[in-house]
């Protein structure tokens, strides 16, 4: 599975952006699929992530209420709403997919495949 990211740009506080992350390579409809992101100088952490069908979605606690993940099996791609963007929020963000469905959702070990990354960065 390839991932590619898109999406990130340059946005004031308080402003949206939508990332989108489109796979190729086999479909990702049975995957679980997860955002991470990293800013300079920061460990890779957990955004949020969503169930293979989209039933359930997770989202670590500075987020919640902000983002909105959820993805499109129809077109193999996985979407992240963010709104009332911070400064806090600037960092590259990472897509992920998870072959299986065992394992903390939060955890960067569980996901198998990766995308390259886009930056966003948040302007006070």
């Known amino acids: 599975v390839q991932l590619q990211a898109s999406g990130g740009g340059l946005v004031q506080a308080g402003g949206s952006l939508r990332l989108s992350c489109a796979a190729s390579?086999?479909?990702?409809?049975?995957?679980?699929m997860g955002w991470f992101r990293q800013a300079p100088g920061k460990e890779r952490e957990f955004v949020a992530a969503i169930s293979w069908n989209g039933a359930s979605t997770y989202y670590t606690d500075s987020v919640k209420g902000r983002f909105t993940i959820s993805r499109n099996n129809a077109k193999n791609t996985l979407y992240l709403q963010m709104s009332t963007l911070k400064p806090e929020d600037t960092a590259v963000y990472y897509c992920?997919?998870?072959?299986?469905?065992?394992?903390?959702?939060?955890?960067?070990?569980?996901?198998?495949?990766w995308g390259q990354g886009t930056q966003v960065t948040v302007s006070s």
């Open positions: 390579g086999r479909t990702i409809s049975s995957f679980r």
């Open positions: 992920a997919a998870a072959k299986y469905l065992g394992g903390s959702y939060s955890l960067a070990s569980v996901y198998d495949y």
